[in-house]
Nanobody, 117 residues
Framework: QVQLVESGGGLVQPGGSLRLSCAAS??????????MGWYRQAPGKQRELVAQ???????NYARSVAGRFTISRDNAKNTVSLQMNSLKPEDTAVYYC?????????WGQGTQVTVSS
């Protein structure tokens, strides 16, 4: 079982930055077993992958955020973060932390990010 809690969302102007954090609490397996990711869902849209990172630090990004967002993790602290720079209005969405291991899949409650002037 994994519990995920996101934090760091808020209102920011276009071009600004935010850093999202996700704290994980695991019981069945070590945090390092999980592939961690950030997803987002904008109003009226499907949930989409933003970024993923393996235990070893290999990462991948959606084309829409590549070069602007950076995902990182700290296996000692059971946390994963998403540094978001050069934010655009189209980045507005609820952002969700995700943990995957084999057929196990867990989600946080989400945190709102609003990019508006």
């Amino acid at each position: 079982q994994v519990q995920l809690v996101e934090s760091g969302g808020g209102l920011v102007q276009p071009g600004g930055s935010l850093r999202l954090s996700c704290a994980a609490s695991t019981s069945s397996f070590k945090f390092s077993n999980y592939i961690m990711g950030w997803y987002r869902q904008a109003p009226g849209k499907q949930r989409e992958l933003v970024a993923q990172i393996t235990s070893g630090g290999n990462s991948n990004y959606a084309r829409s955020v590549a070069g602007r967002f950076t995902i990182s993790r700290d296996n000692a602290k059971n946390t994963v973060s998403l540094q978001m720079n050069s934010l655009k209005p189209e980045d507005t969405a609820v952002y969700y932390c995700n943990a995957k291991f084999v057929q196990l899949d867990y989600w946080g409650q989400g945190t709102q990010v609003t990019v508006s002037s």
